[in-house]
């Protein structure tokens, strides 16, 4: 191939015995003569950069997608979901005609690589999955696992990424309602850069990805499209092109905020009037996922002029053109009547907008370079039919060795001095300490509706002024957990999302995951990923809620060594009226402090084992899902009913960790007593699943205590809301401000 | 009889929402106003809303300062006319003189997001007339390009003739020269500040308190008893 000769359809036909790249494009053999077989000859350029992107790990899901099928097969009764896996985004009834999409994505290897971009770019991504489901974007989170604290590369990655969501979502208007900051080193050389985002709609707005209706316009609108972030750009040059052209592209995709703002502006104005048909953004694989997937989706096929692209530099070639993944674009089908108005929109807020194609009566996705034919194919077969594998996958031989290495065996604190000791390392350990210095790097407060936001363990937003409709958000993850038991992991990681949520006063609805794991070709990484997702589709089932949609990242590994399997897991709940909201600081002096849950000797896995021993081994606390669920509606009720103040989930650092949070928050201290039967080592510190710290007004107490007896869930009187010490009554005390300037100051002597 | 606020919406402008439910809540007629526009609808008073006019790529607010709607701003302003600069509208404000003094980068480097304790200076100006000289107020502050610098002379002459409005309490969040949040021009009818009172109208939502109401019940005042 050369640029002299374009690789058109025709002449594909007739040289069959071309060598092609697929090779260097990521294609394994047997895909190769697939994609001949499919098409009946050897593909063109075009159509081989389209089915090498469309058919990668990270846009087909070929390795996980039979694990994946469970989640659609083990749906819960939930009349909340319109709009289920597949989409761009799921998408839930809150009530009172809204409907709320939510989605966490990954955007980990490009973060490494350059960690404000790539972070940027992954709160793009996901803010553009959901304008393009019909949804306002109301709020964004961002789930964040970096390696050491101490090392000096995540003193790199880690302030970049942090400015790089930073720099992007603040300058979209969109308040960052929470997120999480974990420390490991097996993140080290695969630090996690996960990206959420909530959007809100009326039903009768939802908008899908699908090109219908013969003579629709295909616009494509935003950003021109450059050279950047072409997959295997360099290979595809040094094939096709000379040495004049523009080689070495960086692989990471570089962010326009401010384009991006125009965009949602520009789209939602065009979904007020009613001018789309079908939408989808232009994320991985740009215009060749756009427009196989619309046509896919749709019925009939797609005719593209690739020549009216509008792009940034003259010389790219249309497989370039086909792969670039410049941000900050989108693709709409518009009935040809309608187009004028929706171009004139665009132009108002000064968006390029260009006509590049129709939808056709055929079946067939064609695409034009120079009037010749460059791509004829069936779209099914590039966006829906790709490989599937059934990758083997086997219990690796060290999860035996691991497991017995129980942390029950781990030295306890000696004395009331050394407990003491210890509380002040927990809750000042990297993990553990105050995320402050990260998240007021972030706007909370933009578009007026945040009911709560960091630090609490719940994001909330209103969405309804009138009534106080509001949903919450919620997510949680424990590679530590996973490692010991991929499948209680990832339960346990379902587990606290739901809690948090619960916590706060919300309903748990529905549920999203964001799945970080190793390369899929090692069978005992395939397990883990395996039992993760077995674990979530079956602890779905049995809460209730149904998984909506969710992300996939593989290959986070260097070398032999694979990150802890790291499900992470995003709850949605909805509250009937955010003034009932329970927010988790003990605001209120003399309330009184109830533990609710079973307490056990659990330590495997947990912050305690980390911060004290740098330990991992033995098993992760037991998940009793009949009993959160339990736990979940006493918190739903009480917050409904206003028989409690302040909740806080128990989770990492146990009751200590909570306590103190809740404390620090609300300015005031507690006293504690060790309930009979427990020792104040398992009090402060045990993980076990199940439980919640809540405050409770006096005049409450006989209301509270009933309703839990009733229901059958044990709640233990701990203490009470007083004076300016965390004081374990016969063990210590820790003055809130030491505690203040060790939990809050830890991170910024690391970083700052 | 209510009077109209009009909020200016920038292409990159974020909290023009915001404002325009803060001067609702007050009790004013909310008016949108687009930045193309040269009518200023016939409004009794314009607020500058805070985000990233045109994206702040340049420098912040110095392109929005160019809008076809900022030339009737101006004009009816040096007549007048109450404008109040939220962070963002602070910066055009400055970039149009309306306003002495600039912005530079936080002094850290670093986009700051805090609830901050602010002490009102001047309770004479067209917006702060319903606070006391003295008091201390809560208001939500948000921004990278928050460092308010002049020099030395203007800041004497600002310090001397009342016009520092706002100053941070509780330490300096960005290394704005002698702490000021927030100045005014000397008419008074000019009102710019760095933090967001229009994210502190509503217990419950943002920080829940409701200090930043004062600013449009201030101006809702003035302009009823006017009229």
Redesign the interface.
């Known amino acids: 191939m050369s640029h002299a000769s374009l690789d058109t359809v025709d002449n594909a036909a007739k040289t069959p015995d071309v060598e092609q790249p697929w090779k260097e494009l990521g294609l394994k053999e047997d895909e190769y003569a697939r994609v001949r077989e499919i098409l009946g000859r050897r593909p063109t350029g075009a159509e081989l950069a389209m089915y090498s992107v469309m058919w990668s790990e990270h846009c087909s899901y070929k390795s996980s997608k039979v694990h994946l099928r469970q989640f659609g097969a083990k749906v819960p009764k939930n009349d909340a979901m319109l709009v289920g896996i597949g989409e761009n985004a799921g998408v839930v009834d809150v009530g009172e005609g809204y409907a709320v999409t939510f989605k966490v994505e990954s955007h980990n290897h490009p973060s490494y690589v350059e960690p404000y971009q790539g972070a940027a770019t992954g709160v793009g991504g996901i803010v553009r999955d959901i304008i393009a489901m019909g949804a306002r974007p109301v709020a964004v989170v961002d789930p964040l696992r970096m390696g050491a604290a101490d090392h000096p590369d995540t003193k790199r990655v880690l302030p970049g990424v942090v400015a790089g969501i930073g720099g992007y979502g603040n300058s979209l208007g969109l308040p960052n309602i929470g997120g999480e900051l974990v420390f490991d080193a097996c993140y080290q050389g695969n630090p996690l850069v996960n990206a959420g985002a909530i959007g809100v709609m009326r039903h009768e707005d939802i908008h899908l990805a699908k090109a219908s209706g013969s003579g629709n316009k295909i616009i494509l609108y935003g950003a021109r499209t450059g050279g950047d972030g072409i997959g295997g750009a360099s290979i595809l040059a040094s094939e096709t092109f000379d040495a004049t052209k523009p080689s070495k592209r960086p692989a990471v995709q570089v962010g326009d905020p401010f384009q991006e703002k125009l965009l949602i502006e520009c789209t939602l104005e065009a979904f007020a009037e009613k001018l789309v048909v079908g939408i989808q953004d232009l994320g991985a694989a740009g215009l060749s996922c756009a427009t196989s997937e619309l046509a896919s989706n749709g019925s009939g096929g797609m005719r593209v002029e690739l020549d009216d692209v509008p792009l940034r530099d003259s010389t790219l070639s249309p497989e370039e053109i086909l792969m670039s993944e410049s941000q900050e674009r989108m693709c709409a089908v518009v009935e040809e009547a309608k187009v004028e108005r929706f171009l004139a929109i665009c132009e108002k807020w000064d968006v390029i907008a260009t006509v590049v194609g129709e939808v056709t009566d055929g079946d067939r996705l064609e695409i034009f370079w120079h009037g010749e034919k460059i791509v004829d194919v069936d779209p099914r077969t590039v966006a829906h039919e790709g490989p599937v594998y059934e990758r083997p996958y086997a219990r690796p031989d060290w999860q035996d060795a691991l497991q017995a290495d129980d942390a029950a065996r781990l030295p306890r604190p000696a004395d009331a001095q050394e407990l003491r000791a210890q509380v002040l390392k927990l809750v000042s350990s990297p993990n553990q300490a105050s995320k402050a210095w990260v998240t007021d790097q972030y706007d909370r407060f933009v578009q007026g509706n945040t009911v709560l936001a960091q630090p609490e363990d719940t994001g909330m937003v209103r969405i309804n002024e009138e009534t106080g409709l509001g949903v919450a958000l919620a997510n949680d993850g424990n590679g530590r957990f996973a490692k010991l038991d991929p499948y209680t992991g990832a339960q346990l990681a379902l587990a606290e999302a739901y809690r948090n949520v619960a916590a706060s006063g919300a309903r748990p609805l529905a549920v999203s995951d964001c799945l970080n794991f190793g390369s899929p070709e090692d069978p005992a990484v395939m397990w883990q990923f395996a039992e993760a997702v077995r674990g979530i589709a079956d602890g779905c089932l049995q809460l209730g809620t149904p998984v909506t949609g969710g992300n996939v990242s593989l290959y986070n590994q260097t070398g032999e060594a694979a990150i802890h399997p790291t499900p992470v897991v995003s709850v949605l709940g909805v509250i009937d009226d955010v003034a009932r909201r329970t927010p988790m600081a003990f605001a209120e002096d003399g309330q009184l402090l109830y533990l609710l849950g079973d307490t056990r000797e659990e330590f495997g896995g947990s912050a305690w084992s980390q911060a004290i021993h740098d330990h991992l081994g033995g098993l992760p606390p037991a998940v009793d899902l009949d009993r959160e669920k339990l736990l979940g509606e006493i918190l739903v009720s009480a917050s409904r009913d206003g028989m409690i103040d302040a909740a806080h989930d128990l989770s990492d650092g146990g009751l200590i960790q909570a306590v103190t949070e809740s404390c620090l928050r609300g300015g005031n201290g507690a006293r504690l007593i060790v309930p009979d039967g427990l020792d104040a080592f398992t009090f402060l510190f045990s993980e076990s699943a199940g439980r919640a710290v809540v405050s409770v007004p006096r005049s409450e107490e006989m209301r509270f205590t009933d309703m839990c007896k009733v229901r059958g869930l044990p709640a233990t009187r701990i203490g009470v809301v007083d004076g300016d010490v965390i004081e374990v009554q016969g063990e210590f005390t820790l003055p809130l401000e030491e505690l203040r300037s060790v939990h809050e100051g830890a991170i910024p002597a690391l970083f700052a | 009889m209510t009077a109209r606020i009009g909020v200016v919406t920038f292409?990159?402008t974020?909290?023009d929402?915001?404002a325009l439910?803060?001067a609702r809540i007050a009790g004013a007629e909310p008016v949108a106003l687009w930045h193309r526009d040269k009518d200023l609808k016939q409004v009794d008073a314009v607020v500058l809303a805070?985000?990233?006019s045109?994206?702040?790529?340049l420098r912040a607010g110095a392109i929005a300062r160019f809008s076809p709607v900022m030339e009737q701003v101006i004009e009816q302003a040096k007549a007048g006319m109450p404008v109040l600069g939220i962070c963002n509208g602070f910066q055009v404000l400055t970039e149009t003189h309306l306003l002495p003094g600039a912005m530079l980068r936080n002094n850290?480097l670093?986009?700051?997001?805090?609830d901050q304790r602010l002490g009102v200076e001047n309770a004479g100006t067209a917006w702060t007339a319903d606070f006391a000289a003295g008091q201390e107020i809560h208001i939500?502050l948000?921004n990278?390009d928050g460092r308010y610098v002049a020099d030395e002379h203007t800041l004497d002459e600002l310090e001397s003739e009342g016009r520092v409005a706002f100053r941070y309490l509780d330490g300096n969040p960005n290394g704005s020269l002698r702490d000021i949040a927030g100045v005014t021009n000397a008419a008074g009818n000019v009102v710019g500040l760095m933090p967001?009172p229009?994210?502190a109208?509503?217990p419950?939502?943002?920080?829940g308190g409701t200090d930043g109401l004062g600013f449009f019940t201030s101006i809702l005042k003035k302009l009823v008893s006017a009229a």
């Not at chain 2, 419950?204 to 920080?207: C, F, H, K, N, R």
């Open positions: 292409p990159g974020l909290d929402r915001d439910r803060a805070g985000g990233f045109y994206g702040d790529y850290h670093h986009f700051v997001c805090k939500p948000k990278i967001h229009e994210h109208v509503e419950l939502i943002g920080t």
